[in-house]
């Protein structure tokens, strides 16, 4: 929706011709240089699962627009309004005349967790809840033949052989 996103800069680290994954690791100043943080991971250290106030935005964004109605979509525009406009803060609130049915609103949604939540192991579940709600696949499909260079890397799972729609996997 904006160009001028500022979440970029949370995410990706220019240092020695290479990118790093910012958001987690973080950069570490030592006496004379700047260098990549040592963070490291540890077998012992507690798997805990957080929710960030903007992921539990965005959940009930999604169950809004799911529910359907007039009242229940503007709803779902001012909890995505929430998320955007702290990263785009010299940008007008997104408006509901450009949103105006369920469905554009759902795809709203869904772009909106894609750059809140990058790097946050949360799209591919956001990908099985739409293919789920569909009964297709086409989405994961799609998705992964655009992530593909070169050859089609499709996951290759036809309607028929439907796992995920069928059983949750």
Not at 21 to 31: C, D, I, M
């Amino acid at each position: 929706e904006s160009a001028d996103d500022i979440r970029a800069k949370d995410f990706f680290r220019l240092y020695g011709g290479r990118y790093y994954v910012f958001k987690y690791a973080g950069l570490k100043r030592t006496e004379s240089l700047t260098g990549i943080s040592t963070y490291t991971y540890r077998n012992k250290t507690s798997n805990w699962i957080v929710y960030r106030l903007s992921d539990v935005l965005l959940m009930k964004a999604e169950a809004l627009v799911q529910t359907g109605g007039e009242n229940n979509l503007n709803e779902a525009l001012n909890m995505v309004n929430k998320t955007y406009l702290r990263s785009n803060e010299m940008q007008d609130s997104l408006n509901t005349s450009n949103y105006p049915t369920s469905v554009e609103m759902g795809n709203l949604v869904l772009r909106e967790r894609q750059r809140e939540l990058l790097f946050e192991g949360k799209r591919w579940f956001d990908l099985v809840r739409v293919a789920r709600r569909e009964n297709s696949t086409m989405i994961l499909n799609d998705y992964m033949d655009r992530k593909a260079s070169g050859e089609s890397a499709s996951i290759g799972i036809s309607k028929s052989q439907n796992i995920i729609c069928q059983f949750g996997f």
